[in-house]
Nanobody, 111 residues
């Protein structure tokens, strides 16, 4: 059964850091491109970052230089290291790939 499970969200003050994890079950992360998206209250879901099968990485301009996407193939887990967090980063963060999505993890950044 294919499943993605995010974790690592929480509440942090502006300037702080969090690391999100996305554990994959039922398929290998190296078989597909993987993505992080986020959705703030009353806003559309927004693309954050992607890593392709070959390891090519891209970021939204809003997070470039602050967020780092990575993948542990042995653990079949995707990560998003988030540094220098801003209040506008507050959102539910989702990982997705190959048509599957996790349920999301809440990130709240306070001033």
């Amino acid at each position: 059964q294919v499943r993605l499970m995010e974790s690592g969200g929480g509440s942090v003050q502006a300037g702080g850091s969090l690391r999100l994890s996305c554990a994959a079950f039922g398929f290998s992360l190296t078989d597909t491109s993987m993505n992080w998206f986020r959705q703030a209250p009353e806003k559309e879901r927004e693309w954050v970052s992607s890593i392709t099968r070959s390891g090519i990485i891209t970021y939204a301009n809003s997070v470039k230089g602050r967020f780092t996407i990575s993948r542990d193939n042995a653990k079949n887990t995707l990560y998003l290291q988030m540094n220098s967090l801003k209040t506008e980063d507050t959102a539910v963060y989702y990982c997705g790939g190959s048509g599957y999505w996790g349920r999301g993890t809440q990130v709240t950044v306070s001033s």
